[in-house]
């Protein structure tokens, strides 16, 4: 059916599989955070292995590998968090972490950008975190590889190079929750669909961007992930 609209809809954000084919269309993206104990313990909080707790971003938050984006708006204190990304290719909801890596379709390198001094506002008056980590060009996303041809979840390196200065480096194996948990979950909450994607936690090392800053990350078995900050800011 023909269906009419005041304005062309936007166009659907998608990433690249890395065998050339379809699209993986995105559809939201979950972050998790405070997953690796050294990250909450250098930004001052006590490590809560209670639960996991989430916020989101919005698929138009995309930002494809290889790009030059400007510095984000309306902040002094931009922050990188390099991610190790699952894509969801089935429905999920109320799984188990047994059965949760059925929902699985594969993995990408992501970088969380996070306007930190939006985010310390808002903390500082218990209000959600949304405009310190959902804007445009806050995730920067590389292509997906498939479950089979990544294997298994391991001790894998995730690492990022901040202006080819090696300021990340951990093992998946660091994460206090695992991505079968983390999975069974948010199942709980959501019914994840495919098209969802799961930033999974940053390790310790985070800092601040400026204008001219290239970053590099990636996570051993994936392709990298890079973006440049303009040097004249816009």
Same mark, same amino acid.
């Given at each position: 059916?023909?269906?009419?609209?005041?304005?062309?809809?936007?166009?659907?954000?998608?990433? *690249?599989? %890395?065998?050339?084919?379809?699209?993986? *269309?995105?559809?939201?993206?979950?972050? &998790? +955070?405070?997953?690796?104990?050294?990250?909450?313990? @250098?930004?001052?909080? @006590?490590?809560?292995?209670?639960?996991?707790?989430?916020?989101?971003?919005?698929?138009?938050?995309? =930002?494809? %590998?290889?790009? @030059?984006?400007?510095?984000?708006?309306?902040?002094?204190? =931009?922050?990188?968090?390099?991610?190790?990304?699952?894509?969801? +290719?089935?429905?999920? !909801?109320? &799984?188990?972490?047994?059965?949760?890596?059925?929902?699985?379709?594969?993995?990408?390198?992501?970088?969380?950008?996070?306007?930190?001094?939006?985010?310390?506002?808002?903390?500082?008056?218990?209000?959600?975190?949304? &405009?310190?980590?959902?804007?445009?060009?806050?995730?920067? #996303?590389? *292509? $997906? %590889?498939?479950?089979?041809?990544?294997? @298994?979840?391991?001790?894998?390196?995730?690492? #990022?190079?901040?202006?080819?200065?090696? !300021?990340?480096?951990?093992?998946?194996?660091?994460?206090?929750?695992? &991505?079968?948990?983390?999975?069974?979950?948010?199942?709980?909450?959501?019914?994840?669909?495919?098209?969802? #994607?799961?930033? %999974?936690?940053?390790?310790?090392?985070?800092?601040?961007?400026?204008?001219?800053?290239?970053?590099?990350?990636?996570?051993?078995?994936?392709?990298? $992930?890079?973006?440049?900050?303009?040097?004249?800011?816009?």
């Amino acid at each position: 059916m023909h269906l009419d609209y005041v304005f062309d809809p936007p166009e659907i954000p998608a990433l *690249p599989v %890395t065998e050339q084919g379809p699209l993986f *269309p995105l559809r939201r993206i979950f972050c &998790v +955070g405070r997953n690796y104990a050294a990250h909450a313990i @250098e930004m001052g909080n @006590e490590v809560d292995r209670e639960a996991p707790f989430y916020f989101t971003k919005s698929a138009h938050c995309l =930002c494809h %590998t290889g790009r @030059e984006i400007a510095y984000p708006a309306v902040t002094q204190d =931009c922050h990188y968090e390099m991610e190790f990304c699952v894509a969801i +290719g089935a429905e999920a !909801a109320q &799984v188990s972490a047994a059965n949760a890596m059925d929902a699985v379709f594969g993995y990408a390198s992501g970088i969380d950008l996070t306007r930190r001094d939006l985010q310390a506002l808002a903390k500082h008056l218990r209000r959600p975190w949304d &405009v310190g980590k959902d804007f445009e060009n806050a995730a920067i #996303l590389g *292509p $997906v %590889t498939r479950k089979a041809d990544f294997g @298994e979840i391991a001790d894998q390196t995730i690492w #990022l190079d901040h202006d080819g200065t090696r !300021a990340q480096n951990a093992p998946l194996s660091d994460m206090i929750w695992s &991505v079968p948990e983390i999975i069974a979950d948010l199942s709980r909450l959501y019914t994840l669909l495919p098209g969802d #994607l799961i930033m %999974t936690g940053t390790p310790a090392g985070v800092g601040a961007v400026k204008p001219g800053s290239v970053l590099k990350g990636g996570i051993d078995g994936l392709v990298p $992930v890079q973006v440049t900050i303009r040097k004249d800011g816009q």
